[in-house]
């Protein structure tokens, strides 16, 4: 059974820093596309960030101030972000794609609050 767990969400002011965490088991994040998405109520799905075998890729918003990566020993990937805006609030969701899109994964959320 696959599991993506994230934590590391809160609450925190604008120009503060997180780090997300996506805990992987029943796959390896090192074979599959993994990224983060997050969500607003009412709003469609966006991608925050993206690693592939070919590299990085990152949402013009957060170009910049977002970093993600993983550890393939511990199987957990992680999103660093820091100067973090109002607008950042959202929950943020943990996501793998693997076999050519055959399969993909989400995770439960983490929910991000910027506020002052």
């Known amino acids: 059974q696959v599991q993506l767990v994230e934590s590391g969400g809160g609450l925190v002011q604008p120009g503060g820093s997180l780090r997300l965490s996506c805990a992987a088991s029943?796959?390896?994040?090192?074979?599959?596309?993994m990224g983060w998405y997050r969500q607003d109520p009412g709003k469609q799905r966006d991608l925050v960030a993206r690693i592939t075998r070919g590299g990085l890729s990152y949402a013009d918003s957060v170009q910049g101030r977002f970093a993600i990566s993983r550890d393939n020993v511990k199987n957990t990937m992680y999103l660093q972000m820091n100067s973090l805006k109002l607008e950042d609030t959202a929950v943020y969701y943990c996501n793998a794609v693997g076999g050519n899109g055959q399969y993909e994964y989400w995770g439960q959320g983490t929910q991000v609050t910027v506020s002052s």
């Open positions: 029943g796959i390896m994040v090192s074979d599959f596309t």
